[in-house]
């Protein structure tokens, strides 16, 4: 599984970004693609993720309401709607994929395959 991020940027306080994350696999049936994110100084947390398959979603409780995660079946992209953005926001945004069940689906560590990462910044 090869992953690529992209779409970060600068953004002001309350604005808005979609980041990409296009995936190659020789098969995507068993894959979660997650969304994590390290600001400076922190450990990398989970943010968002999605059931290739099913498309089942799961949120942190802080980006519920504010980031959609969704998928392009054709495409094989996975992206990541960021809305009102907060300086909080700020990190490197990595999307990861997994395959099968976990009992600590929001893990890192249970993530094997992982995207080079994309910055991104909000100001206030």
């Known amino acids: 599984v090869q992953l690529q991020a992209s779409g970060g940027g600068l953004v002001q306080a309350g604005g808005s970004l979609r980041l990409s994350c296009a995936a190659s696999a020789r098969t995507f049936t068993t894959l979660h693609i997650g969304w994590f994110r390290q600001a400076p100084g922190k450990e990398r947390e989970f943010v968002a993720s999605?059931?290739?398959?099913?498309?089942?979603?799961a949120y942190a409780d802080s980006e519920k309401g504010r980031f959609t995660v969704s998928r392009d079946n054709a495409k094989n992209m996975v992206y990541l709607q960021m809305n009102t953005l907060k300086p909080e926001d700020t990190a490197v945004y990595y999307c990861?994929?997994?395959?099968?069940?976990?009992?600590?689906?929001?893990?890192?560590?249970?993530?094997?395959?992982w995207g080079q990462g994309t910055l991104v910044t909000v100001s206030s």
């Open positions: 999605i059931n290739w398959s099913s498309g089942i979603t």
């Open positions: 990861a994929a997994r395959s099968g069940s976990s009992r600590t689906p929001r893990a890192p560590n249970v993530y094997t395959y």
